[in-house]
């Protein structure tokens, strides 16, 4: 459990700092809306980290020590600066449409797992090389950079829980896409509501997809396709 909440704070704590350093948040965004971008960022903000890791001698657990000394530096010269903490925002009842939307995909997650706590065997050459590679990266194995065009991205996010929590490979890495699945409604809000300059039309496009998970999950958890899902 520790090391999922320290995981998380991996995932966002680089987008709050980066939000507040820069002023990101807009004063009519909402809470869930600045949750979103601080999700969006951090993740953008460590895979970029991870990828500059290629040419140092850094191991995972350093870059994530690196990244959260950084996200540190950035909120401190915010506040330093400006005097206030500007994320925080009252919710309103607006917000909780996507909040069961959320709370809807993490069932389905959960659900999913519950149903298949096991993986099921399938042809599917992906469902061990993911996991190896995602357990060699968290190692300390740094590949050839061609190699690194597609699907690294979620190795990047998942190898620090691994590194963190230790445990069997093919087990946290599942746990560890299952959570990213879980908030991956906040991405989808967020992009849509930007695209499209409506809270309605985003709501929408978030249930849809929330909606349509019996069709992907499958795929995503149990044949080993998760990077796929992220990348």
Do not use: C
């Amino acid at each position: 459990m520790i090391e999922l909440l320290l995981w998380l704070a991996f995932l966002f704590l680089p987008g709050l700092a980066v939000g507040e350093f820069f002023a990101l948040w807009r004063k009519d965004d909402s809470l869930s809306i600045r949750v979103a971008w601080a999700f969006g960022i951090g993740m953008s903000f460590n895979v970029a980290l991870f990828f500059l890791r290629n040419f140092t001698e850094l191991g995972v657990l350093d870059t994530v020590l690196l990244s959260a000394v950084l996200a540190s530096a950035l909120l401190s010269v915010s506040l330093a600066a400006r005097r206030r903490f500007s994320f925080p925002k009252m919710p309103t009842r607006a917000e909780l449409p996507l909040l069961l939307l959320l709370l809807l995909q993490s069932s389905l997650v959960l659900g999913h797992f519950a149903k298949f706590p096991v993986f099921p065997q399938t042809r599917s050459t992906d469902f061990v090389a993911h996991v190896r590679v995602v357990t060699d990266y968290a190692n300390g194995w740094v590949p050839p950079l061609d190699a690194q065009v597609l699907y690294y991205g979620a190795y990047y996010l998942l190898s620090p829980l691994l590194a963190i929590g230790g445990g069997l490979p093919l087990v946290v890495t599942q746990h560890g896409m299952g959570l990213l699945a879980a908030l991956s409604p906040l991405a989808v809000y967020l992009a849509s509501d930007r695209l499209f300059g409506s809270r309605k039309s985003a709501l929408v496009i978030t249930a849809v997809y929330v909606l349509s998970g019996f069709v992907w999950f499958g795929r995503v958890f149990n044949s080993g396709l998760y990077p796929n899902f992220y990348s």
